[in-house]
């Protein structure tokens, strides 16, 4: 089954921008895309959602090609506080669009 | 806080023990999830409870016994489970559209003896 595909992992510094890409080319067609961050011993936690082109909040940016195959989750001048784990979330239209979650990348931020 | 709390937060059972997990959302919402969560593997959806009814079971095993009496709780009933389902359970709730942000309790630390 296709499914969601993350990098395991990515290192950064401090006052860079991290850029987090996620494969999913079996998205369903009326699914939006979303990401969320979890720290250790905690739930994730909404992050931000987009459907297509950009979307920007106070923490992230998300970008979307127009086919939709793929997205781009892009925090600016990350800090350590942004070391965590972040996860895809799409509908599947190759198993029975279900809603399914990337394997996560974990994201270490380094001074 | 998200609004999602679960209990207990660890839990040590023996593979023939029965126990509950427990969830509650204070949030209005509709929906619950459970998910599975191992050590190097994705977030597994278990169930999906909408309004009280179950709308997604993913093929999970008979020894996973869901139940929703309400839109503010679930509960996860274990029994006769084996030392592979040890992982972290997580609990969400969204107000029920496919797409709503879901809001996750801090979980359940589960290991199995």
């Known amino acids: 089954l296709a499914k969601t595909t993350q990098p395991i992992s990515m290192d950064s510094y401090e006052g860079q921008e991290v850029n987090i890409t996620c494969s999913h080319n079996?998205?369903?067609?009326?699914?939006?895309i979303t990401w969320y961050q979890q720290f250790p011993s905690q739930g994730p936690r909404f992050i931000i959602q987009g459907y297509k082109t950009k979307v920007t909040n106070e923490v992230a940016s998300l970008f979307i090609p127009a086919d939709r195959k793929s997205s781009t989750l892009s925090l600016p001048r990350v800090s350590l506080s942004d070391t965590a784990v972040y996860y895809c979330l799409v509908g599947d239209n190759s198993n029975d669009y279900k809603l399914s979650f990337g394997a996560g990348t974990t994201v270490t931020v380094r001074a | 806080e998200t609004g999602v709390t679960q209990t207990p937060r660890h839990l040590v059972m023996g593979m023939t023990n029965k126990k509950s997990l427990k969830c509650e959302q204070h949030?209005?919402?509709?929906?619950m999830y459970w998910y599975k969560q191992s050590a190097k593997k994705p977030l597994e959806l278990m169930f999906v409870?909408?309004?009280?009814?179950?709308?997604e079971n993913n093929s999970v095993p008979s020894r996973f016994s869901p139940e929703c009496p309400n839109s503010s709780h679930l509960f996860l009933h274990l029994h006769t489970l084996q030392p592979e389902d040890s992982a972290l359970y997580l609990c969400?709730?969204?107000?029920?559209?496919?797409?709503?942000?879901?809001?996750f309790g801090p979980g359940t630390r589960l290991t199995v003896t």
């Open positions: 949030l209005g919402h509709n929906a």
């Open positions: 409870y909408n309004f009280k009814e179950q709308t």
């Open positions: 079996n998205i369903a067609t009326n699914d939006y």
């Open positions: 969400a709730s969204s107000p029920g559209e496919r797409d709503d942000e879901q809001y």
